[in-house]
């Protein structure tokens, strides 16, 4: 795949003097020191994205950029991937769902991307800011009335918040009633959990919903795709609703979960606002920590070493983000050229609905619980094995509990209500079973089937 190097040139630690593994307990514990080691091949380096699967692993910011934006040199279709092609990627690799080829922007060049990202910037360019802020205080009041009246004063916010929360706000956009919700969220949450059959359930989902609108359309993000000049067959359309799904709520609960452990955090400077420390999180712990696999059209030269055409070209934007020939000058740099959302005409097209919803989110959380904490130092939280993303596996949090809600019910919520009044009846959460005093019955259904009930105050 590559030049090979002389022996003496190989960093010490390499396992077995091969390439690098990115993925695993080590790395998941501790991949800033896999970063340190790749940095003396230079701004490249092999790597094992998963077992037996290689790439080249770019992490210099500079050469990250050049190969973000080079679209004549670098492009996405991984069709072209020689060692799957070559039947020497395994069946059933964990790399194969991520780096597969789908017919969706992500993965198309020329012509063919331009038309496809064409309508989803147009749709999410509609996307009204001040509704998109509503929908995430709403969402995120939901999930805090589901555990903040627990007697003992816990949460784990991964599974309770973080998690769930994109997923909410992303059913709203997308316009679901709420047993197709339900579908979507099972089904995207099932694709991250490894649950079999979770890719049927999702496309089964999304194929009865845009079914729905083209009966029915309404203003929503669905109904946008299917209306946009570029003419999308519905096909088209259930791709790229897979598209924002995958490549919008994982992420957005990775930042939502830092950001909140980085602000809640022994190292956090108090008076900083929390746009700052959403900031530091896409700067320094990417949420999508290593991705973006383009396939070189033509050998080419990256420092000393040189790719063959059509082998994997992966970006570790975490690495390009904390690449110590930037940092010497980051305070000189502007706060958003960090690289957590990508460059060039693959860049994600909802940074800036990204950058909102993880700020909305953050301060939701804080203006709602009382004198919230973490419960162990930022320094001892586990992360995710993945090579993929950057997140946390647990956020626990001790705080003051609310009043528990009596016998009334709230008749909905929005943005300017009280505490109290946000506090919903008790329905079954999304993490650890929990004990609450003064439950109603709960409600029946998934869920965005509960939150939407929440909202009517049923």
């Known amino acids: 795949m590559q030049q090979p190097r002389e022996p003496m040139e190989i960093p010490p630690g390499c396992p077995a003097h091969g390439n690098v593994q990115m993925y695993g307990p080590s790395f998941g514990a501790d991949p800033d020191s896999h970063y340190a080691q790749l940095r003396h091949y230079g701004p490249s380096a092999p790597v094992d994205i998963a077992p037996d699967v290689q790439a080249e692993l770019v992490t210099s910011y500079d050469a990250a950029l050049y190969v973000l934006q080079n679209p004549a040199s670098f492009v996405r279709d991984s069709r072209r991937w020689n060692a799957l092609n070559e039947g020497r990627v395994p069946a059933g690799s964990p790399a194969l769902p991520m780096m597969g080829y789908r017919p969706n922007a992500l993965f198309s060049d020329g012509a063919a991307h331009a038309r496809l990202r064409g309508a989803v910037t147009d749709s999410l360019a509609t996307v009204n800011e001040h509704q998109l802020i509503r929908q995430t205080q709403q969402s995120a009041s939901y999930l805090i009335s589901q555990f903040s009246t627990d007697i003992r004063g816990q949460a784990e916010l991964m599974a309770e918040y973080a998690q769930p ?233 001790r705080f003051t509990p609310r009043a528990a809600p009596q016998a009334s019910k709230p008749a909905g919520t929005n943005a300017g209500q009280t505490s109290q009044q946000q506090a919903a009846v008790s329905s079954p959460t999304v993490g650890p079973s929990r004990t609450n005093t003064g439950a109603a019955p709960q409600p029946k259904g998934g869920l965005f089937s509960r939150f939407l009930a929440w909202t009517r105050g049923e």
């Open 165 to 397: 929360l994109p997923l909410l706000v992303f059913s709203e956009l997308f316009g679901c009633p709420p047993e197709i919700g339900d579908r979507v969220i099972a089904g995207i949450s099932g694709i991250f959990e490894g649950t079999p059959g979770a890719d049927e359930v999702l496309g089964g989902a999304l194929t009865e919903l845009i079914a729905l609108k083209r009966r029915r359309p309404k203003d929503d993000l669905t109904t946008r795709l299917m209306e946009h000049p570029a003419q999308l067959s519905d096909e088209e359309v259930l791709h790229q609703l897979v598209t924002l799904l995958s490549g919008g709520t994982a992420p957005l609960a990775a930042a939502i979960g830092t950001s909140s452990a980085l602000y809640l955090g022994e190292d956090w400077q108090v008076g900083l606002p929390v746009e700052d420390a959403v900031s530091q999180t896409l700067w320094n712990y990417a949420p999508i920590a290593n991705y973006a696999a383009h396939y070189p059209t033509h050998d080419v030269e990256l420092g000393d070493r040189v790719v063959r055409a059509n082998d994997p070209v992966l970006i570790s934007f975490a690495a390009a983000n904390t690449d110590p020939k930037l940092t010497e000058h980051r305070e000189q740099l502007s706060a958003k050229a960090h690289l957590a959302f990508g460059a060039g005409p693959h860049a994600c097209p909802a940074k800036d609905p990204a950058f909102m919803i993880t700020v909305t989110a953050v301060e939701t959380l804080l203006n709602q619980l009382l004198d919230v904490e973490m419960r162990v130092p930022f320094k001892s939280l586990t992360w995710a094995p993945s090579p993929w993303s950057r997140t946390l596996v647990t956020l626990p949090i």
